[in-house]
């Protein structure tokens, strides 16, 4: 389920003086009290339970794709466009169109991976030439469809590969999951691997 940052939520705080920081938007929730508090802000909006978490910023999600040996996500020529416009006015690719595939299925590495996950659409006053369509909603879409690829394929793979990938990726990732949960989580992976998933965004885009 993803939960748009921008959602107006009461954030059960108090700053030094004693004030209830009340409504504000949801992502204020991790910058005033980190995970802990937007676990709570979560649960008391939502009425969810929330027992364990994991957070990875831009660096290790970079670094846990390369590791994984790059993802495979089908595309549109949009998105292609801007992955290979945000890697090269970023300067991260000399190359204007470092992305040469057809829209499809692409190969992909960490930070292009990266970029894919962060398309909300794009519009540079100082380039008018370049436009692509989107918002929140395409964004949490896309960030969705990139976990159910990892989980797809992860499928594929034995107990024994699940271990080594586990044990590469694990330093890469901020949780509150103990060393005996992890254990017992990768012990039972291709059983909970084989459940039905279901999707969600809060609020709808209905509305």
């Known amino acids: 389920t993803s939960f748009m940052r921008d959602m107006l939520v009461n954030i059960p705080c108090y700053d030094d003086a004693g004030n209830d920081?009340?409504?504000?938007?949801l992502n204020a929730?991790?910058?005033l009290g980190g995970a802990e508090l937007s676990v709570k802000t979560i649960e008391s909006n939502f009425g969810v339970d929330?027992?364990?978490y994991a957070i990875v910023n831009f660096k290790s999600f970079k670094n846990i794709i390369d590791a994984l040996g790059g993802i495979d996500i089908k595309l549109t020529q949009d998105e292609i466009d801007y992955i290979n416009w945000q890697t090269y006015i970023n300067k991260q690719?000399?190359?204007?169109?470092?992305i040469?595939?057809?829209p499809g299925k692409v190969h992909l590495n960490g930070r292009q991976a990266l970029w894919y996950a962060r398309n909300r659409g794009y519009e540079e006053d100082e380039h008018p030439e370049f436009v692509v369509e989107g918002d929140d909603f395409d964004r949490t879409s896309?960030?969705?469809n990139l976990m159910r690829t990892l989980m797809n394929d992860a499928k594929e793979a034995s107990v024994t590969e699940i271990v080594k990938?586990?044990?590469?990726?694990?330093?890469?990732?901020?949780?509150?999951l103990k060393k005996d949960e992890i254990t017992t989580l990768v012990g039972n992976s291709l059983t909970y691997l084989s459940y039905?998933?279901?999707?969600?965004?809060?609020p709808t885009g209905d509305c």
Do not use: C, W
Not at 21 to 25: F, Q
Not at 165 to 176: A, L, Q
Not at 196 to 202: A, G, K, P, Q
């Open 165 to 176: 990938i586990v044990s590469e990726i694990g330093p890469m990732i901020t949780t509150n």
């Open 196 to 202: 039905d998933v279901n999707e969600f965004s809060l």
């Open 93 to 98: 690719s000399e190359e204007r169109h470092e």
């Open 21 to 25: 920081y009340g409504l504000a938007k």
């Open 100 to 102: 040469t595939a057809q």
């Open 142 to 144: 896309r960030q969705r």
């Open 50 to 52: 929330i027992d364990r």
């Open 29 to 31: 929730a991790y910058t």
